[in-house]
């Protein structure tokens, strides 16, 4: 995964402290509403990278039944919660053709060997 250049980490910080500044002239002295504000925010933002969580939860179904309850990996039966789903290139995000469904152990062992833990 490449690192931003100098420059784009430059301007994301402008982008950061611009929208900080508009978070706290929206809030004033309200803590609760600078903290749902910013709350809102960071969730659209996730949203944006990783899709909602209904979006999410409909590809683990469609993966379920595709890979028929069986881990990717391991092919042990996928526990009937806590099965994850894994992107093989987290920029191609949730997609069909760029995940696949493991269970915790299988997904922490490649998240470990891409040196994502
Ligand atoms: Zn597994």
Known sequence: MPTLSAEDRAKAIAIL???????AEIAGEDRERLFQVRRYIVKRLEFDERGTPTQRRKLK???????????AL???KLPERGAELDRFRAIEGYTIE??????RHCHEKVAEDRGFA
């Not at 402290?17 to 978070?23: G, P, S, T, V």
């Not at 760029?98 to 269970?103: P, V």
């Open 17 to 23: 402290e611009e929208l900080r500044a508009k978070i």
């Open 61 to 71: 179904d469609q993966k379920w039944k595709s890979q028929r309850g069986l881990c």
């Open 98 to 103: 760029n995940t696949q469904l493991l269970c």
């Open 74 to 76: 391991c092919q042990e």
